[in-house]
């Protein structure tokens, strides 16, 4: 029997292009990259079977344009549309255009998008089912709403975009006399960010951590979840390492939050790959949801190397119709993860971007490393996107045996031309506080980047 699809639109760039194009030539479908002007020169335009220019280098004029992707779609004969992450992975007008023209969306519905997507609706959803959300507000309308919010929430709180994500729209306030400039500042960053300026409250819980569960769900009802991963270790709500197992997730907390993350998609019929986002407090031993993101994820590679799943293999499966091919019971949680997401970035001066030509490009090798990864000599570091470069995946038998696996991979580099994060990356993995698996969400900003600085 033929694949039910045979050529997919890769509606995105730099690696998650190139990882996507890979799943399809392992199930022999054909792909078209999708690129904007500065990208026709990119791995994945090198790598795809065909390459469709789709505008100017700004993405709002290619990759954020929904009628221009289904045009390239149609115009290459492509039946179907993978959107990665980021760009229009999460706007439900893009699968609706789909279903219009005939097109299938490798990814959720627009219901599950539009559902997700709106934090107070999730909220509210989620509480109904009866798991713990954090402590806050519905929508404020106006500064008076939100003290009242505030005060019934606790001090410290968190100013949060309804339609955010990404950290946009997003303040912490730990006293009142700070509330309205940061109220007044978050919703104009909402506004800016995503075109709407509702926020809403929660409770600031500082010693904190970021627990995801990954979950898949098919078109006949069958959900299934690949365990967590912890993505604490982030600097302005942008994660930079992520792991699986959690070192602080007992098996009692494990099957918890798993239970939980499969009665949340069950609830909606999720389809296709999903993250259920949890905030952990480390000092009340409690969880409470915190949102769903209705797409693959950047740190899905961890979620691969432990439970040996191709994610970006079962979406496909799933959006051309056929279940899930494993079952819950199939899925074993084996060894440890960690992955370290290389920026061209410059940490001494304030992770400034550093756009420009790459001289030298050699990638570390190994049975436990793994590199995603669109770059090569030559290749040109745009400054119209997200500066990463690659994501750096290292497994052990223990934990500190993938911390050393991962020393060893970040010390393999051999990258010259565009300044990077390896360096900041290395000095995390030798802390001792990193090593013992002590830190929280804040602690990069909080106690690491002071640290960094006092190095020389």
């Known amino acids: 029997m033929n694949f039910p699809i045979s050529r997919v639109l890769v509606a995105n760039r730099s690696e998650i292009a190139v ?53 390239a779609a149609l115009g290459t004969g492509c039946d179907a549309i993978h959107p990665g992450y980021g760009f229009l992975a999460e706007q439900p007008e893009l699968p609706e255009a789909c279903e219009k023209y005939g097109l299938i969306f490798i990814g959720p519905n627009a219901e599950n998008i ?20 954090i402590p806050g507000s519905e929508l404020v309308r106006d500064e008076s709403e939100a003290k009242k919010a505030a005060v019934k929430a606790g001090y410290p709180i968190l100013l949060k975009a309804a339609a955010g994500g990404g950290g946009r729209g997003m303040k912490i306030v730990k006293r009142a006399k ?105 000092k009340e031993q409690s969880f409470y949801f915190l949102e769903m993101n209705t797409r693959i ?36 949680h084996s060894g440890h993860a960690i992955e ?26 190994g049975d436990n490393i793994r590199i995603d990864t669109h770059c090569y000599p030559g290749y040109v570091v745009q400054p119209y996107y997200d500066s990463l470069l690659a994501k750096t995946i290292a497994t052990g038998r223990t934990r500190a045996q993938a911390i050393e696996n991962m020393q060893q991979a970040l010390a393999g580099f ?11 990356h290395q000095f995390i993995l030798q802390n001792d506080d990193y090593q013992r698996g002590y830190f929280n969400t804040s602690w990069i900003e909080d106690t690491l980047l002071e640290k960094y600085g006092q190095r020389i």
């Open 114 to 133: 539009r559902s997700m997507g709106d934090k107070l609706f999730a909220r509210r959803m989620v509480a109904a089912l009866g798991i713990p959300v």
């Open 19 to 71: 990882r996507i194009i890979r799943a399809c030539q392992e199930l022999r479908i054909e792909s078209v990259a999708a690129v904007s002007e500065v990208d026709r020169q990119s791995m994945s335009a090198k790598m795809a079977d065909r390459v469709v220019c789709i505008g100017p280098a700004q993405p709002i004029r290619s990759y954020l344009k929904v009628d221009t992707i289904i045009s």
């Open 340 to 365: 370290c997401r290389i920026n061209a970035e410059l940490p001494d001066s304030d992770f400034r971007p550093c756009p420009g030509k790459i001289i030298e490009w050699e990638a570390p090798r």
């Open 297 to 332: 994820q950047v740190e899905h590679p961890v979620t691969e190397m432990i439970t040996g799943i191709d994610l970006v293999q079962e979406q496909i499966r799933i959006a051309a119709g056929l279940p899930i091919s494993f079952s819950q019971d199939d899925v074993i």
């Open 414 to 424: 051999r990258v010259s031309g565009v300044d990077t994060t390896i360096g900041f």
């Open 178 to 282: 700070d509330l309205k400039a940061a109220f007044h500042e978050a919703a104009a960053e909402a506004r800016s960010a995503f075109g709407d300026d509702r926020i809403y409250i929660e409770h600031y819980i500082p010693d904190a951590r970021h627990i995801e569960v990954q979950i898949l769900g098919d078109r006949f009802g069958n959900i299934a979840h690949l365990f967590e991963r912890d993505c604490s270790l982030q600097r302005r709500y942008q994660k930079m390492v992520e792991e699986s197992p959690s070192p602080v997730v007992t098996d009692e907390l494990r099957n918890q939050m798993c239970r939980a993350a499969l009665l949340i998609a069950g609830n909606i019929g999720y389809l296709s790959a999903g993250t259920v986002e949890f905030i952990f407090d480390q």
